[in-house]
Protein backbone atom coordinates (compact mmCIF):
# COMPACT_ATOMS: atom_id res chain seq x y z
CA UNK A 1 0.00 0.00 0.00
CA UNK A 2 1.47 3.58 -0.63
CA UNK A 3 1.68 6.23 1.87
CA UNK A 4 -1.22 8.03 0.95
CA UNK A 5 -3.78 4.96 1.29
CA UNK A 6 -2.29 4.40 4.92
CA UNK A 7 -2.55 8.02 5.63
CA UNK A 8 -6.92 8.00 4.47
CA UNK A 9 -6.82 4.51 6.18
CA UNK A 10 -5.94 6.02 9.28
CA UNK A 11 -7.88 9.06 8.99
CA UNK A 12 -11.05 6.97 8.42
CA UNK A 13 -10.40 4.85 11.26
CA UNK A 14 -9.88 7.54 13.96
CA UNK A 15 -12.99 9.53 12.74
CA UNK A 16 -14.97 6.15 12.54
CA UNK A 17 -13.94 4.92 15.82
CA UNK A 18 -14.29 8.74 17.55
CA UNK A 19 -17.44 9.16 16.23
CA UNK A 20 -18.75 5.49 18.04
CA UNK A 21 -16.75 6.95 21.30
CA UNK A 22 -18.09 10.35 21.30
CA UNK A 23 -22.21 9.03 20.55
CA UNK A 24 -21.95 6.38 23.51
CA UNK A 25 -20.49 8.94 25.57
CA UNK A 26 -23.40 11.19 24.85
CA UNK A 27 -25.91 8.16 25.26
CA UNK A 28 -24.29 7.31 28.59
CA UNK A 29 -24.79 11.03 29.83
CA UNK A 30 -28.34 11.16 28.89
CA UNK A 31 -28.91 7.36 30.39
CA UNK A 32 -27.63 8.91 33.68
CA UNK A 33 -29.64 12.16 33.18
CA UNK A 34 -32.80 10.41 32.58
CA UNK A 35 -32.40 7.69 34.97
CA UNK A 36 -34.51 9.66 38.20
CA UNK A 37 -36.91 10.57 35.82
CA UNK A 38 -37.73 6.97 34.95
CA UNK A 39 -38.03 5.90 38.77
CA UNK A 40 -40.17 9.35 39.43
CA UNK A 41 -42.06 8.17 36.64
CA UNK A 42 -42.39 4.27 37.77
CA UNK A 43 -43.57 5.91 40.84
CA UNK A 44 -46.13 7.54 39.69
CA UNK A 45 -44.95 10.84 39.81
CA UNK A 46 -45.20 10.95 43.75
CA UNK A 47 -42.81 12.01 46.27
CA UNK A 48 -41.88 10.29 49.41
Known amino acids: MSTGAIVMLL ?5 LW ?3 GVSIAIA ?3 N ?3 KPQASQA ?3 GEEK
Not at 11 to 15: L, M, R, S, V, Y
Request: with cysteine.
Open 11 to 15: IAAIG
Open 42 to 44: ADG
Open 28 to 30: MKH
Open 18 to 20: GGC
Open 32 to 34: KKN
